[in-house]
Each structure stands twice: as structure tokens, then as C-alpha cells.
């Protein structure tokens, strides 16, 4: 199983970036998939999910409203439109697929994790 997170670069406070996590090895259609974000020196932080058919999704306070998460389940593709992005949205975005229905918020239910993609926002 891979996944794979692109996407990342640098953006002004207030800009936009669409993530993308393309997965493989996997029944793609049968896997919720989640976004973490890391910055140095602390703990993966969710920040969206998605369900299997994208109808159900999940948003924490902070990103809810800023952030849109959906998928493409021909392309095994999930999408991570962040608008209005603020400095503490930076650090390495991580997707992660869990075999339930319902998306899930704690990393530890994810089974399977991607390498990041570096956000970075500027002030």
C-alpha cells in the first residue's frame, strides 16, 4: 500500500493550495482517508476526512469552513482544498487510510500513512 501527498509549497496568509494524496495497492474505494498536519517538534493534528463515497466528511473547528476535503474514487485520488490559509496551518500534511466506513479523527485508528507534503504560510 502507498499513498502519496503533493501539492505543498509556499502561500501568503490568506492565499490557497489543494493537497492531493493519490493511494495504490488498496481497494481505494473501500478506505476512509484522513489529512494530519505536523509542525516540528509536535504531534500529527487532524485537519479533515473523508468518507468512502465523500458524501460524509469531517472537519475540526480550526480548518471547518476554510478547508474542503473530497475524492475521486476512479482516480484513487483524495483532495485537500485549504483556502484562507493562516500561519499556524503550516507543517507537513500527512494523508492516512483506515479500512472503516465513517472517517475517523484520531491518528491512531489510521492503518495506513503517506509521506508529507510541506506547507508553508507566511505572514
Known amino acids: 500500500v502507498q499513498l502519496q501527498a503533493s501539492g505543498g509549497g509556499w502561500v501568503q496568509a490568506g492565499g490557497s493550495l489543494r493537497l492531493s494524496c493519490v493511494a495504490s495497492g488498496l481497494d481505494f474505494s473501500r478506505y476512509a482517508v484522513g489529512w494530519f498536519r505536523q509542525a516540528p517538534g509536535e504531534g500529527r493534528v487532524f485537519v479533515a476526512a473523508?468518507?468512502?463515497?465523500?458524501?460524509?466528511?469531517r472537519y475540526p473547528k480550526a480548518t471547518k469552513g476554510r478547508f474542503t476535503v473530497s475524492r475521486d474514487n476512479a482516480k484513487s485520488t483524495v483532495y485537500l482544498q485549504m483556502n484562507n490559509l493562516l500561519p499556524e496551518d503550516a507543517g507537513t500534511y500527512f494523508c492516512?487510510?483506515?479500512?472503516?466506513?465513517?472517517?475517523?479523527?484520531?491518528?491512531?485508528?489510521?492503518?495506513?500513512w503517506g509521506r508529507g507534503t510541506l506547507v508553508t504560510v507566511s505572514s
Open positions: 473523508v468518507g468512502w463515497t465523500g458524501a460524509i466528511t
Open positions: 492516512a487510510a483506515d479500512s472503516e466506513k465513517v472517517p475517523k479523527i484520531e491518528s491512531r485508528d489510521y492503518e495506513y
